[in-house]
């Protein structure tokens, strides 16, 4: 499967790098508005430039499209038109009605389009999801320095939109009620985002995103009967905390006596796996393409997370 790359930044440079070393796809082309850099990065990989993205698109049966938010939309569009493969970094696109109109394209066109919601692929999320069963509460940070890359868009977009996927993947009921808060600090939208999303069957989540803080933390605490999971998605650590019945008469755990009945409190911490998660996540890409597996963040997923971040925007305003 030949490959093209559009965007050539940070996130870009990543794509490059990993797509160059996969076996499974063959890097056809790269394009970028910046022609040094499209120039230098030709050269180190030994890569062809293409002179524009229609070049691009020409040379190339997928797209790896990492460019800015506010591009996504036209970009996918075309290649999904000429049909396609299609790669599109979080969020899909800046605003809901987008990524439906790309849904419905992608299904006329059958294309595989798949979103990069990468915290899917985060060893800790994997070794995490096993352990967690109906659960009631989510309490979830994410903090990250000032980093002048990623404020064409809110931080709920930019940040909190991976925790949003997250707790969707785990939730399997309808949301009720959003409220929001949050403050522009140093952007024209806002630095600090604090939401609470009440779902149908009485789950709660609290998120809180902040993208001018003096330290990184990336964690959720997850709460449910008997038990809580802590995941760590910056140091890719995993923790779980479970109440049992004491059954015998001595146990090295912590007890809880409340009269009636004994309960020990059991650490556990699973093995988890290193994985490149945006390398896993270029190759499910391609066992969708070529292997029928199924999308492992399609655009219909993206459109959840992104409906829930437009309401929260919304009140935040």
């Known amino acids: 499967m030949t490959i093209g790359i559009v965007g050539l930044g940070h996130l870009g440079k990543i794509h ?175 630095d600090i985002a604090n939401a609470r999303i009440e779902f149908e069957n009485g789950c709660v989540a609290n998120l809180t995103a902040n993208r001018i803080a003096l330290h990184n933390i990336r964690k959720a605490d997850v709460y449910q009967k008997n038990a809580s999971v802590h995941i760590d998605l910056l140091n890719k650590t995993t923790h779980i905390t479970t109440i049992s019945a004491l059954t015998t008469t001595h146990s090295d755990n912590p007890v809880i006596d409340n009269g009636d009945t004994k309960f020990e409190i059991i650490n556990t911490s699973p093995i988890i796996h290193p994985i490149n998660a945006i390398k896993t996540e270029l190759t499910d890409f391609y066992k969708s393409i070529t292997q029928h597996a199924p999308i492992a963040v399609s655009l219909n997923d993206a459109a959840a997370a992104l409906a829930i971040a437009e309401e929260i925007e919304a009140q935040i305003g």
């Open 16 to 190: 490059l790098k990993l797509l160059h070393e996969l076996t499974e796809f063959k890097l056809g082309a790269i394009f970028d508005i910046n022609t040094t850099c499209l120039s230098d990065l030709s050269a180190q990989y030994k890569i062809p430039s293409a002179k524009n993205y229609d070049d691009l698109l020409s040379l190339v049966g997928a797209v790896s499209i990492v460019t800015p938010t506010p591009t996504h939309y036209e970009l996918a569009c075309k290649a999904i038109k000429l049909g396609k493969h299609v790669f599109i970094e979080k969020p899909a696109t800046l605003h809901l009605e987008e990524t439906q109109t790309l849904i419905k394209l992608a299904r006329e066109a059958g294309v595989i389009v798949q979103v990069g919601h990468v915290e899917r692929f985060n060893p800790a999320f994997i070794g995490a999801k096993e352990f967690i069963n109906n659960p009631y509460l989510f309490e979830v940070q994410r903090l990250a320095n000032y980093n002048v890359r990623g404020t064409d868009v809110s931080v709920v977009l930019d940040l909190m939109i991976h925790d949003i996927d997250l707790i969707l993947s785990l939730v399997k009921s309808k949301v009720k009620r959003i409220s929001a808060t949050g403050q522009s600090v140093v952007s024209g939208s806002a």
